[in-house]
């Protein structure tokens, strides 16, 4: 008999670590239940890359060749100074360590519904709904929803973001985890009334920074960053008190920035937030284990949560699927935990350079952005592909 017949997990949060979680646990033959709070999975959203390691993942997945079809293929990622005056226009690999031809850029809805679709039909999925109260204390983990469903699983996995929920019941408070890297940002969507088309363009002043990312033709990604030393009071801070702060501290801001500050006060999909990481001592408690943001967040200043969220997903279910879920839950972490150390590590190096604080800085990071030669590194950053996947063991059939 296989390890996973009928063993019945649940997994928080329908978004990248979930989906492709949920996909190699069904895969494996565990009877797999997603739990989202929101009414379906998440579509939309701003464009995130696919790199290294994580590639192989969506390979073996099979939705590869739906995910090339969806690149985006940014073709430029233009520098302003604080007059809107161009400093540099360069290749976006060459800023981001990409490689050309081989790396992913797509917008996060079209990876969410691919992979949906690739495990929609085989798992159950309760939307609208999440975990209230979880108890460990009998022979598996006693759920109860907070729609009033009770539920008793063999294993849960929280895969339910950077302020995950699951985390919180079963290790404890996200202050202790949370590493803030000294930025708030804000992130919409806006009319493309630019002209831009598959291009960024970025604006900055000392300790703050706009942008307009065009991923197609119609509308753009807007994103204001700024440095502030302070982190977020709370993990989800009164939305309207976090807009008027952004608008504050943009107030003077020249280029298109009063036209973006204008269209955020009407975007229905505001999302601002603190630029944090995540690290936790250890990746599980019990029966219950943690996988993508919820266990390793490494922010957007490093362009691999989803990559880790991918990676993360492949190596939880597969060392499960081999050793049970003690010996599996520590293989994951062992076998995982260094790709994870190297990527976090990442927002120290490049992400940070793009947002200097002080004039000085900023004139430094201008040079160093002048001085890129336009052509991306060949082999990418070592970080990205810094783990070798393991071939795990399917049951047999
Ligand atoms: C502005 C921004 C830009 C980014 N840019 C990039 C980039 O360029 N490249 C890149 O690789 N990554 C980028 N990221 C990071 C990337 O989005 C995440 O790292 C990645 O989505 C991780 O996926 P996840 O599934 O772990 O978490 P998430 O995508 O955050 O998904 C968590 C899911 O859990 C659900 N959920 C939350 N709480 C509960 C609950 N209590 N019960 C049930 N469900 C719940 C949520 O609704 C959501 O569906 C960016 C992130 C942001 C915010």
């Given at each position: 008999m296989n390890r996973a017949d009928s063993t019945r997990v649940l997994i928080s949060g329908?978004?990248?670590a979930g989906c492709a979680l949920a996909f190699w646990l069904n895969r494996y033959g565990y009877a797999?239940?997603?739990?989202?709070?929101a009414g379906t999975v998440r579509s939309g959203g701003y464009p995130i890359d696919v790199r290294g390691t994580a590639l192989e993942v969506v390979q073996r997945m099979g939705i590869l060749?739906?995910?090339?079809e969806a690149h985006i293929d940014l073709r430029r990622l233009t520098f302003l100074d604080e007059d809107g005056s161009e400093i540099v226009s360069l290749n976006p690999h060459a800023v981001t360590g990409g490689v050309e031809g081989r790396d992913l850029e797509v917008r996060r809805g079209d990876l969410t519904d691919a992979l949906y679709a690739a495990v929609r039909d085989d798992v159950e999925f309760l939307f609208d709904d999440s975990i209230d109260t979880l108890d460990q204390s009998g022979n598996g983990v006693e759920i109860t929803f907070r729609g009033g469903g009770r539920r008793t699983f063999d294993m849960v996995f929280g895969a339910d973001g950077v302020h995950s929920r699951t985390r919180e019941l079963v290790l404890g408070p996200e202050q202790q985890f949370h590493r803030y890297l000294g930025y708030r940002f804000a992130v919409f969507t806006m009319r493309n009334t630019f002209g831009l088309s598959?291009?960024?363009?970025?604006?900055?002043s000392p300790g703050r920074a706009a942008a307009l990312y065009a991923a197609g033709d119609d509308d753009v990604h807007a994103f204001l960053t700024f440095a502030k030393p302070e982190p977020p009071l709370s993990a989800s801070p009164d939305p309207r008190a976090q807009r008027d702060l952004v608008a504050t501290v943009f107030a003077d801001a020249g280029w298109e920035v009063p036209r973006m500050l204008a269209a955020m006060r009407d975007a229905d999909d505001v999302y601002?937030?603190?630029?944090?990481?995540i690290h936790l001592p250890r990746w599980s408690g019990g029966r219950v284990a943690l996988v993508g943001d919820a266990a390793y967040a490494p922010s957007f200043l490093t362009g691999q949560g989803t990559s880790l969220a991918l990676v993360?997903?492949?190596?939880?279910?597969?060392s499960l699927a081999d050793r049970g879920h003690?010996?599996?839950f520590a293989a994951y972490e062992r076998d995982t935990r260094e790709f994870v150390t190297a990527n976090q590590q990442l927002a120290g190096k490049g992400g940070a350079g793009l947002f200097p604080t002080t004039p000085e800085d900023l004139k430094q990071r201008n040079i160093r952005l002048r001085s890129l030669s336009s052509m991306p590194p060949a082999g990418g950053r070592p970080a990205h592909s810094a783990l070798?996947?393991?071939?795990?063991t399917l049951p047999m059939t």
């Amino acid at each position: 008999m296989n390890r996973a017949d009928s063993t019945r997990v649940l997994i928080s949060g329908a978004s990248v670590a979930g989906c492709a979680l949920a996909f190699w646990l069904n895969r494996y033959g565990y009877a797999v239940t997603v739990v989202e709070k929101a009414g379906t999975v998440r579509s939309g959203g701003y464009p995130i890359d696919v790199r290294g390691t994580a590639l192989e993942v969506v390979q073996r997945m099979g939705i590869l060749p739906r995910l090339r079809e969806a690149h985006i293929d940014l073709r430029r990622l233009t520098f302003l100074d604080e007059d809107g005056s161009e400093i540099v226009s360069l290749n976006p690999h060459a800023v981001t360590g990409g490689v050309e031809g081989r790396d992913l850029e797509v917008r996060r809805g079209d990876l969410t519904d691919a992979l949906y679709a690739a495990v929609r039909d085989d798992v159950e999925f309760l939307f609208d709904d999440s975990i209230d109260t979880l108890d460990q204390s009998g022979n598996g983990v006693e759920i109860t929803f907070r729609g009033g469903g009770r539920r008793t699983f063999d294993m849960v996995f929280g895969a339910d973001g950077v302020h995950s929920r699951t985390r919180e019941l079963v290790l404890g408070p996200e202050q202790q985890f949370h590493r803030y890297l000294g930025y708030r940002f804000a992130v919409f969507t806006m009319r493309n009334t630019f002209g831009l088309s598959r291009e960024t363009v970025m604006w900055n002043s000392p300790g703050r920074a706009a942008a307009l990312y065009a991923a197609g033709d119609d509308d753009v990604h807007a994103f204001l960053t700024f440095a502030k030393p302070e982190p977020p009071l709370s993990a989800s801070p009164d939305p309207r008190a976090q807009r008027d702060l952004v608008a504050t501290v943009f107030a003077d801001a020249g280029w298109e920035v009063p036209r973006m500050l204008a269209a955020m006060r009407d975007a229905d999909d505001v999302y601002v937030d603190g630029v944090s990481q995540i690290h936790l001592p250890r990746w599980s408690g019990g029966r219950v284990a943690l996988v993508g943001d919820a266990a390793y967040a490494p922010s957007f200043l490093t362009g691999q949560g989803t990559s880790l969220a991918l990676v993360g997903a492949y190596m939880l279910a597969g060392s499960l699927a081999d050793r049970g879920h003690a010996a599996g839950f520590a293989a994951y972490e062992r076998d995982t935990r260094e790709f994870v150390t190297a990527n976090q590590q990442l927002a120290g190096k490049g992400g940070a350079g793009l947002f200097p604080t002080t004039p000085e800085d900023l004139k430094q990071r201008n040079i160093r952005l002048r001085s890129l030669s336009s052509m991306p590194p060949a082999g990418g950053r070592p970080a990205h592909s810094a783990l070798t996947l393991p071939e795990f063991t399917l049951p047999m059939t």
